[in-house]
């Protein structure tokens, strides 16, 4: 059932009328993305796409500021996420995308997750991997997906210089903020136009 809110009042009404029906459709075409999941989901249940799909729910009902998950179509082990810069940081306003590759054997292993945004950051690599502890040594199943995209935006504004992934900006950091502070921002600008 499509519902659409009429707003009267010139241009403007005929505006804010497209916009709601837009934001209506956008909405109906999430929650059939979300049956979708769930369907292929319960044809395909394992422990580790049961897990999933709890944390997807989780992310859908209590969505964490600033972050955003969801699974691809049809594939629950395969997830594009979005973080946003923290506010009153070099980071605000960035928009940084990024990929969670999920094994079977989740949630007793991390997922490989990578940064599809280019980054500048002391412990973001080259390719987009993130050295954080919580991804590797200092894993637990505790850890769900939305404590994970949370986890990497702290890191955005609270590296570990001592873990580099990134040698000029882990020194940069360090010895000269206001330099690494400009070239966070051209990152953020370059988030705004990146596909």
Known sequence: ???????????????????????????????????DVLKHVVRMSTPARKRL?????RLQQDPPAGISGAPQDNNIMLWN????????????????KLTLQFTEDYPNKPPTVRF???????NIYADGSICLDILQNQWSPIYDVAAILTSIQSLLCDPNPNSPANSEAAR????????????????????????
């Open 81 to 96: 996420a979005v973080i946003f810069g923290p506010d009153d940081t070099p980071w605000d306003g960035g928009t940084f």
């Open 116 to 122: 599809v945004s280019r980054m500048f950051h002391p």
């Open 53 to 57: 799909m709890r944390d997807f729910k």
């Open 172 to 195: 940069m950091f360090s010895e000269n903020k206001r330099e690494y502070n400009r070239r966070v921002r051209e990152i953020v600008e370059q988030s705004w136009t990146a596909d």
């Open 1 to 35: 059932m499509q519902r659409r809110v009429a707003i009267r009042g010139g241009r403007v009404g005929q505006h804010l009328d497209q916009h709601v029906g837009s934001m209506l459709d956008m909405w109906q075409h999430l929650n059939q993305h979300v049956r």
